[in-house]
């Protein structure tokens, strides 16, 4: 891992063992001090991450696609003609206009890569997440993925606004293939992670938005997958909880085999990413290491 | 059937997410569950006093036929006008998690599957006590309501998978139940319509199934093994239907979403 931009984004030091702070008893963003970041994880948590230790080298995980692309628009499927073809073929080929938002993506992901996905608005790289989550399907081409997959993509999971908290997150967990993941335990760990225990038996929609968010973030964050997949989550809530989020998910990163990493912040993709591909208009126009794509991206669109 | 490991996750999702959209649907209600009994029983006695006691149709025991046919019927109906947007519903969560679609549907069948089987079970009660043949009905219910349920989960997921497609689709489901059930056997018997439709009525796929239901807890009768053949017949069509492009078509909607 490239370790040589100096980012906020670094993993939590072991206890007892201080932050580097500057001459003003504050961090080097000029940011109070806060001693919650080193000891932030609840015990949950920790036994999550420790588990993953043995795993990660060892991982047989991987992601591959083959010539993907992704249309969105018109398909002919809405015509009775084209629902019958569909149907006979069970794949929605029959395209009449649309617009290209995947152009034949090719990518293999193997165990150890931090995969950085750079690229301007629009061009794929949020949809590019979603085909590898699965949430996609391509249009065309193949996407296999061997290893369990966590997406972490939206802001929200599914919550029901008019449901607790506690219901939420087993429907949270649910929605990500998590259900048997369940517990008392883990609820109790992802509301004291967002610091919401007190609110445990409020409806979702009671919270404020700074509130849903970490909330939403804290259930994404309680699981163990090989693919870890990370779409501009690091920004959510207060100061104080993003910098707990970012240090608990720089250890998260660490133990997880495959990371494939959405960010507009060049230094976060520096600090994680070891590897990055840059998409322009849909094409993966270039792949290779962090520094290079990150220079090429800031000479094309400044 | 060993069920592979995927499918009994799946499956426990579907159970979790119906029991979730039963219990946004009863909480913070006076009688909560009761409801459940209440809505059908309303409609059976309106049902009951407009022909059973003003129009008296000539059938004995008319409450419990009208019983027997209206709480399948109910089932069948909301299921599928239900199923016509379940997915189109959660558009937010199709577009953000890797869900299959089809677990929405199923557990939107679950949680209208539980609410008839509340009222169904005070039937039963009812059919026993009023029936010489109360062992016979407690062996044949099972049987005899299974095709019900699984044309129901079958047919609701072809339904689900045209609704993301034809937005139009659950008010057309609206009209055609609206006609059907007039052309089903549910408030009258097929005997008392004239004969020059009385083929579509009596062979009509809705008549056929919970016909089987009506002969059972309102006549105390085994139903003949062609009209149980038949039923079995129509569900297995409707779940071979719902299954293929739950499979075929997996996820692919989204684009349509």
């Known amino acids: ?302 | 059937m060993v069920l592979s490991e995927t499918l009994k996750t799946e499956l426990k999702i579907v159970h979790f997410i119906a029991g979730v959209s039963l219990y946004k649907k009863y909480c913070g209600s006076l009688i909560g569950m009761g409801w459940s009994l209440l809505n059908p029983l309303v409609q059976l006695i309106v049902y009951f006093f407009a022909f059973g006691l003003i129009i008296k149709v000539p059938i004995e025991n008319y409450f419990v036929y009208l019983a027997a046919g209206l709480l399948p019927w109910t089932f069948i109906s909301a299921s599928l006008i239900n199923s016509a947007t379940s997915i189109t519903s959660r558009k937010g969560t199709c577009q953000n998690t890797a869900m299959p679609h089809w677990i929405f549907v199923l557990s939107d069948i679950s949680c209208e599957l539980f609410s008839t089987l509340i009222a169904m079970s005070l039937l039963l009660a009812v059919a026993i006590v009023t029936s010489d043949n109360a062992l016979m009905i407690v062996a044949l219910i099972v049987p005899v309501l299974l095709p019900v349920v699984i044309f129901t989960y079958g047919a609701g997921l072809v339904v689900a998978y045209l609704g993301v497609l034809y937005r139009d689709l659950p008010h057309l489901l609206n009209l055609f139940f609206s006609v059907m059930f007039w052309l089903t056997p549910v408030v009258y018997h097929w005997t008392m319509v004239p004969k020059s439709i009385e083929v579509f009525v009596k062979y009509n796929p809705f008549a056929m199934l919970f016909g089987s239901v009506q002969v059972l807890l309102h006549g105390g009768a085994a139903p003949t093994l062609d009209l149980m053949i038949a039923t079995y017949v129509i569900a297995l069509t409707a779940a071979a239907g719902g299954i293929t492009m739950a499979r075929r078509i997996g996820n692919k909607l989204i684009y349509a979403l």
């Open chain 1, 1 to 302: 891992m490239n370790q040589a931009a100096t980012t906020d984004f670094r993993p939590a030091a072991p206890p007892g063992v201080a932050d580097e702070q500057d001459g003003n008893g504050q961090d080097g963003n000029g940011q109070d001090g806060d001693d919650s970041v080193n000891n932030m994880a609840p015990t949950a948590f920790e036994q999550l991450m420790a588990q993953r230790d043995t795993e990660v080298h060892s991982s047989k995980a991987s992601v591959s696609l083959d010539k993907v692309d992704v249309i969105f628009g018109q398909h002919v499927y809405r015509t009775v003609k084209g629902v019958m073809v569909g149907l006979l073929r069970g794949t929605p080929k029959e395209t009449v206009t649309g617009r290209k938002v995947l152009d034949a993506i090719d990518l293999k992901v193997s165990p150890g890569d931090r995969l950085g996905i750079v690229g301007h608005n629009g061009s794929g790289k949020t949809t590019l997440l979603k085909v590898i989550a699965g949430i996609l399907p391509p249009v065309h081409g193949g996407r296999n993925v061997v290893g369990t997959i966590a997406p972490v993509i939206a802001q929200g999971l599914g919550f029901e606004p008019d449901l607790p908290l506690r219901l939420n997150i087993k429907l949270g967990l649910a929605y990500s293939n998590r259900l048997a993941q369940h517990s008392r335990d883990i609820e109790d760990a992802i509301l004291d992670f967002a610091e919401l225990t007190e609110f445990a038996d409020a409806q979702f929609q009671t919270l404020s938005s700074g509130m849903q968010a970490r909330l939403t973030f804290a259930t994404s964050l309680f699981q163990t997958p090989d693919i870890l997949i990370l779409d501009e989550v690091f920004a959510t809530g207060d100061a104080h909880f993003v910098r707990k989020s970012q240090a608990a998910m720089m250890e998260h990163i660490e133990r997880t085999p495959i990371v494939i990493l959405v960010s507009h912040s060049a230094g976060l993709i520096r600090e994680v990413c070891n590897r990055s591909i840059l998409l322009d208009h849909g094409r993966m126009v270039e792949d290779g290491p962090t520094d290079k794509i990150l220079d090429i991206y800031a000479r094309r669109y400044g």
